[in-house]
C-alpha cells in the first residue's frame, strides 16, 4: 500500500497492480464491487502521478462503468479522460477522448450526438495505442459498430449495412 513516503515507483506499480486485479476480476468473475474496488484505488493513487497512469486508470474506470451499466459513471470518466487529454494535447489521447465520449453518449440514448464523436475517430489515422482501454477491443473497430448501431436505431438499415460490409472487405 502506497504511504506519504512510498516513491513514485512504488505509487505507479501500485497503481497497475489494482488495474489489472480490477480488470482481472471483470474478466474471469464479472463485475462484482471487489473488481470496482480495486480499479477505484488504483484511480486514486494514480491521480497523483503523471498524466499518462492518470489517464490509463480513468480508462479503466470507464469499462468498470460499462461493465456495470452505470453509464452516468461512464460519462463522467470520459469527461475526465478529456479533460486530462486536452491539457496533455496528445494527439492520440484525444482520439481516444472521442471514442470514450462517443460510447458514453450512445449509451445515453444519444445517437446522433455518439455518432459524430465515433466519425470523427474514424477519419483519424489509427494511433498507436499509448492510452488503450483494458477492454481490449480494437477501438476503430468499436466505432464502426457504433456507427452502424445508431445508424440502424436512427431509421437507416441501408446505411447501417454499409457501414457494416464497409470494413468487412
Do not use: C
Amino acid at each position: 500500500r502506497v504511504t506519504a513516503d512510498s516513491s513514485p515507483h512504488a505509487a505507479e506499480i501500485e497503481v497497475k497492480l489494482r488495474l489489472a486485479l480490477g480488470i482481472m476480476i471483470l474478466h474471469t468473475v464479472g463485475p462484482i464491487p471487489a473488481m470496482t474496488d480495486a480499479i477505484a484505488g488504483g484511480l486514486r493513487v494514480a491521480e497523483k502521478l503523471g498524466p499518462a497512469l492518470h489517464m490509463q486508470a480513468i480508462g479503466a474506470m470507464w469499462v468498470d462503468g460499462i461493465a456495470r451499466a452505470d453509464y452516468r459513471a461512464v460519462q463522467d470518466m470520459a469527461d475526465r479522460f478529456t479533460t486530462l487529454a486536452t491539457v496533455t494535447g496528445d494527439p492520440a489521447a484525444l482520439v481516444v477522448a472521442d471514442r470514450m465520449n462517443g460510447s458514453a453518449l450512445h449509451f445515453h440514448g444519444r445517437l446522433v450526438e455518439g455518432r459524430r464523436y465515433a466519425e470523427r475517430v474514424l477519419v483519424v489515422p489509427a494511433p498507436r495505442l499509448v492510452y488503450s482501454t483494458p477492454l481490449q477491443i480494437d477501438g476503430r473497430i468499436s466505432m464502426l459498430t457504433l456507427v452502424a448501431r445508431s445508424q440502424w436505431l436512427e431509421g437507416f438499415p441501408e446505411a447501417a449495412a454499409r457501414t457494416a460490409q464497409s470494413k468487412l472487405k
